[in-house]
């Protein structure tokens, strides 16, 4: 019973929701913040888009994907990632992590209810398509 309990409250954190008391407490977002975006004249047709990222005490990011390749940095605190088959990962200051275009970002959370955690994003993508698409 107690693993029920656990895989029920692990499907609620991946969606986002949090239950305080009775109540259901919709988890904090990233905060995403544009450092540079660039053309590569010798890439044409592509662009860099660097961020910056943090993911508040308890964030949570819905499914999604990047029609890139996203290249992650961890600056502090410890988040977890994971793409459409394969496990995900906990990953601390210091570590890196990388989407292809064709993953779909199933997990994406700050892996502490206490510390804030940040990272950088630099993508790889085509001129003019959006940073973040619908997971399907």
Not at 69 to 96: C, E, H, R, W
Not at 120 to 128: A, E, S, W
Request: contains cysteine.
């Amino acid at each position: 019973m107690r693993i029920i309990g656990f895989v029920a409250s692990l499907a609620l954190v991946c969606t986002g929701v949090v239950f305080a008391g009775e109540e259901a407490v919709e988890a904090p977002a990233p905060i995403v913040t544009t450092l540079s975006q660039r053309t590569l004249p010798d890439y044409p047709g592509k662009e860099v888009l660097m961020l910056a990222v943090e993911y508040p005490p308890g964030a949570v990011e819905h499914a999604h994907r990047h029609d890139a390749n996203a290249f992650v940095y961890v600056l502090q605190g410890s988040i977890v990632m994971g793409v459409a088959g394969a496990n995900p990962v906990t990953l601390k200051a210091g570590d890196t992590f990388h989407e292809g275009p064709d993953d779909v970002h199933t997990i994406g959370r700050n892996a502490s209810r206490r510390d804030p955690a940040k990272f950088i994003v630099v993508l790889l993508k085509d001129i003019g398509k959006p940073a973040v698409l619908p997971a399907d």
